[in-house]
């Protein structure tokens, strides 16, 4: 059974820089793609970031781009979110994904296992 255990979230100002990690467990990850979505109080889930484990090749929402960075480690299995230059709208609860498939996707029902989500705040 996958199992995805994110951490990292909290309290930043803006301008600041937070970095998320998701752990996952239960799974020959080498095949599979992983991803970052958040979800905002008043907001429908929407994708922020994915990663192929197998060559780490990424995709990322145009409304963060040049400021967050998806990356994984293969010997950890682990996937962070760097978040850098937050600003509030940033805030949310965030989400780690996987897919047992290579092609890179930014829908959530394309997604086969979710976390528990981390909440990141940015006070302005």
């Known amino acids: 059974q996958v199992q995805l255990v994110e951490s990292g979230g909290g309290l930043v100002q803006a301008g600041g820089s937070l970095k998320l990690s998701c752990a996952a467990s239960g799974g020959t990850f080498s095949s599979y793609t992983m991803a970052w979505f958040r979800q905002a109080p008043t907001g429908e889930r929407e994708f922020v970031a994915a990663?192929?484990?197998?060559?780490?090749?990424?995709g990322y929402a145009d409304s963060i781009k040049g400021r967050f960075t998806i990356s994984r480690d293969s010997a950890k299995n682990t996937v962070y979110l760097q978040m850098n230059s937050l600003k509030p709208e940033d805030t949310a609860v965030y989400y780690c994904a996987a897919r047992p498939f290579r092609v890179v996707t930014r829908t959530p029902s394309t997604y086969n296992y979710w976390g528990q989500g981390t909440q990141v705040t940015v006070s302005s």
């Open positions: 990663i192929r484990w197998a060559d780490g090749v990424t």
